[in-house]
């Protein structure tokens, strides 16, 4: 029944910034961990960034610094603000919900990014 809608993908120039959405059709209730993961062609998916109670957070070396993972409980969202990207930031990026009883997974979004 929970869908994960992401949006905010496209084409970018390096240098520049992009901000994914990912917003859930109904509320999650007892959530673990909120995140979003990445697959480049031919590579396997990785974790980018995530989020988990508390506001913690963790990201993934090669975004340190660049990438922020922020969450708005009262719109069931969770944010990727990507700034000065990279060609090798270009990948199907997947938003993932953990909660106590399931694992929920977006339909992903292409971020391509121009050098």
């Known amino acids: 029944q929970v869908q994960l809608v992401e949006s905010g993908g496209g084409l970018v120039q390096a240098g520049g910034s992009l901000r994914l959405s990912c917003a859930a059709s109904r509320s999650i209730f007892s959530i673990v961990t909120m995140g979003w993961y990445r697959q480049a062609p031919r590579k396997q998916r990785e974790l980018v960034a995530d989020i988990i109670s508390g506001d913690n957070t963790n990201y993934a070396d090669s975004v340190k610094g660049r990438f922020t993972i922020s969450r708005d409980n009262a719109k069931n969202t969770v944010y990727l603000q990507m700034d000065r990207v990279k060609p090798e930031d270009t990948a199907v990026y997947y938003c993932?919900?953990?909660?106590?009883?399931?694992?929920?997974w977006g339909q992903g979004t292409q971020v391509t990014v121009s050098s």
């Open positions: 993932k919900v953990v909660t106590t009883y399931n694992v929920y």
